[in-house]
């Protein structure tokens, strides 16, 4: 069993944010694998889809508890379905990664990522994948960062978000192939 967690906001304002980058690049991997359509799962707090891929079974997970409570669900998939932490992978947002780089790594710190700190919490552990997608630009630096979090993508990144999601499919797929212990990126 894999656990794909993306993480963002829930409502239809946060849709296309930079802080929604993890529910989009699920979404991508949905579409890519063929997925069925999530479904609201009230006991996790989440729409969840699941398919089995090569004997095992994987869902893609999106909260649905607002970002600084992304742990919640985490914890309830845990509790009710016990795989090992190593069977998590979360993608997510990235505000010290240049735009549109990528950077898959298991267990660190939480970078100031109120998502990545609710997830430790409530894991108890920091020892867990985590794929960042990179969403940085010149406008971080003239504006509070929980606005530019919450700001939409340029017209020019947002031409770009497909070649990037297509490469986060392309890691969570050797994560799916190869587990989080054996996989490396170039990017």
């Not at 579409?31 to 699941?50: D, I, M, N, R």
Request: aromatic share 10%.
């Amino acid at each position: 069993m894999k656990l794909i967690i993306g993480l963002g906001n829930p409502e239809k304002d946060y849709g296309k944010t930079r802080h929604n980058f993890g529910f989009r690049a699920v979404d991508f991997l949905a579409e890519q694998l063929e997925f069925p359509e999530f479904k609201l799962e009230k006991k996790f707090k989440a729409e969840v889809t699941e398919k089995t891929i090569r004997g095992e079974k994987v869902f893609l997970v999106k909260p649905q508890t607002f970002m600084n409570l992304s742990g919640e669900t985490a914890a309830a998939l845990l509790n009710f379905y016990k795989p090992k932490l190593d069977n998590f992978l979360v993608i997510f947002d990235d505000v010290d990664l240049p735009f549109g780089k990528l950077r898959f790594r298991e267990g660190g710190s939480a970078g100031g990522h109120n998502g990545v700190k609710s997830l430790i919490q409530h894991f108890g552990t920091a020892n867990f994948a985590r794929l960042r997608l990179g969403i940085a630009n010149d406008l971080l630096g003239v504006m509070p960062t929980d606005e530019f979090v919450l700001g939409k993508f340029m017209p020019g990144e947002e031409t770009e978000i497909p070649e990037i999601l297509t490469k986060a499919s392309e890691v969570v797929e050797k994560f799916l192939q190869a587990g989080a212990e054996n996989l490396t990126i170039s990017e």
